[in-house]
């Protein structure tokens, strides 16, 4: 036997094995305006039919309606390993005729930032109580947002969605209904789009880069596909036999065929090998590293902050603001002895904050006092 | 026009507001044979001739305006309709343009010929709307450009001396563009409709129609027919107004199998078969504007230019201008207008005026 063999090379293997049985779940959200093709490129992307059951409102009834929020989950087996998918919808997104009329801070779609919000809150909430043996992952870990092909780039409204959804979600742009666009118009769209996610400071997220250590191929095929940003993307789920060598996925027009899998035609074939065959993980990992991280600073450190405001605002300071949580109530399923823990946790944290900011106040009167002296 | 005697309005009829029926001639004309045995010819029917050439000397004019979100193609589709640039294409892919923060009005009046006819074309844009985030009454700008233009003729007729030929700057026909979701309308799409289509012609037509295969147009389009029925938006042709049967089956066809027409623009040019087609190339395909097998644009560009074109301006003129006029007139209390009209006082225009001649 080799001396110099220690074997935990085979790490990865186990490692491979144990994520296999416990299976892996994914939320993927979808959102933009009605029409683009979502739910299709849902349907294309993971083979399913998510949507049989879908109603679409006529426009009277969506001259009344609001956002909301939908769920659907399915489980997708290939190759002996699951997925519990969960895409999450916004029906009703870019409906309103009337948005941000009585105050351009609660714009219509101000419940899909909360939700997300929400799944980060629940997961904090879970990470800091005591029973974390099966905290469940609702976390949105990656929103697909569709952009207009009938545009000339972003509109006001995906600008003002997007900024309000970056720091918190991973963000992949897409274009919808791309065989609405020659080649030409795809280009220069899709350059507009990148000119104007930089000029106005939005984060999408960024694929990383492939290891040294690959080979030329790999690397020119990466690099191609992050060119192809934001994807221009056709969806379908029927077969069409127009006569050609096989039959394909596709459209079919008077004037021809457009195939969902032929990369001359549009962008399918990149968007779901990024998204699902080589960076599904990673967007796992930077929502938790990334993203999560973000989120529970924030809410702790506001919790924090009382007391290292300066000295004009200490008057605004009292027993009420003390005790405000920034963590917003929500009903949770939980036992009540676990809700019943965390509160007692929360005042201890809030009555030690208390002491150290009456500490700071005497320690900072006595030193006027000397400085008066 | 025929003029025929008006029948009497009450004031009561005139404050409702509703548009008459053009007025059948009170004494109805006894037909006349023509005698067989006169040999001869008299030549009455070179009066068309007569009204040709009138036409062809002074020519006329034909007011469009198109509306819709930014994007959609409006400005290729006018181009395309009139084969001239007569629409300066707002995009042009290296330019830095702003989306306007409010709807504006932009006309461009150009004069196009044809076959001796010389046809004074304005094209009003309006950029800018539905393109915010709060689209709120966006369509206000447009409702009022559109009445003012009828302020503006009426004031015209009502002077004393009036010009031989009082310049006509009312929309004619207001070419309203649907985005292609494939869905149904949007709220902004029936808001609009609803306001407007009382006071201009409106032709929705579905925009950039090659993103739809034949089953998905002709589910959209039905879609978007029944939701303009049930909630009571009349497009042009409106039914009402159909003169006789000739006309009714005609529109009929029109109004329940072609509406709205599903286009596609394009100001280039490909092979095809040996010839040169104005179109649309793709990977997949070439698709051909005025072939029908891909799109409808020619049956757009034959209704509106080739076979409505003078109903479009009929329409206009003894509708919605009548009823803008008469609720003009009803709000002055049966007085013309503004005062100022060569700086007299005018007796008062009488309570039952005639329809003002063409």
Redesign the interface.
Known sequence: MDKEYVGFAALPNQLHRKSVKKGFDFTLMVAGESGLGKSTLINSLFLTNLYEDRQIPEASARLTQTLTIERRGVEIEEGGIKVKLTVVDTPGFGDSISDCRHSPHTPSWLPVVRFIEEQFEQYLRDESGLNRKNIQDSRVHCCLYFISPFGRGLRPLDVAFLRAVHEKVNIIPVIGKADALMPKETQALKQKIREQLKEEEINIYQFPECDSDEDEDFKRQDAEMKESIPFAVVGSCEVVRDGGPRPVRGRHYSWGTVEVENPHHCDFLNLRRMLVQTHLQDLKEVTHDLLYEGYRARCLQSLARPGARDRASRSKLSRQSATEIPLPMLPLADTEKLIREKDEELRRMQEMLEKMQAQMQLSQAQGEQSDAL | MSKGLPETRTDAAMSELVPEPRPKPAVPMKPVGINPNLLGYIGIDTIIEQMRKKTMKTGFDFNIMVVG?????KSTLVNTLFKSQVSRKA?S?NRE?K?PKTVEIKAIGHVIEEGGVKMKLTVIDTPGFG??????RCWEPIEKYINEQYEKFLKEEVNIARKKRIPDTRVHCCLYFI?????????????FMKHLSKVVNIIPVI??A??M??EEKSEFKQ?VRK?LE??GIEFYPQKEFDEDLEDKTENDKIRQESMPFAVVGSDKEYQVNGKRVLG?????????VENL??CEFALLRDFVIRTHLQDLKEVTHNIHYETYRAKRLNDNGGLPPGEGLLGTVLPPVPATPCPTAE
């Open positions: 979100q930014s994007g959609l193609g995009s892919w343009e989306i393109d915010q985030i709060n689209n709120e985005s292609p979701t494939g869905h149904s309308l949007r709220p902004l799409d029936l808001e925009a950039k090659d993103t295969t034949l879609r939701e049930v909630n649309r190339k793709t990977p997949w395909g070439i698709i051909e097998n891909h």
